[in-house]
């Protein structure tokens, strides 16, 4: 009972998320093209965030002399 009302969760947000941005007037294939390409960005954001911002947070604390 509680898998079928996940799962029925789950396929009101995802249908959310096809209004919200339109996807739902494109053909399966665009929408798999444009759903792809969303998740590339925003992988390649996360990771670049989680490699980088360890080095500008120290240097911003030694900037401020918080940390020596």
Do not use: D
Not at 23 to 45: C, D, K, Q
Not at 58 to 65: G, Q, T
Request: glycine share 2%.
């Amino acid at each position: 009972m509680a898998l079928a009302q996940a799962w029925k969760q789950m396929s009101w947000f995802y249908y959310q998320y096809l209004l919200v941005t339109a996807l739902y007037m494109l053909e399966p294939w665009e929408r798999t093209v444009f759903n792809s390409m969303l998740v590339s960005i925003v992988g390649m954001a996360l990771y670049t965030g989680y490699v980088f911002m360890p080095q500008h947070i120290m240097a911003i604390l030694h900037y401020f002399e918080i940390v020596q």
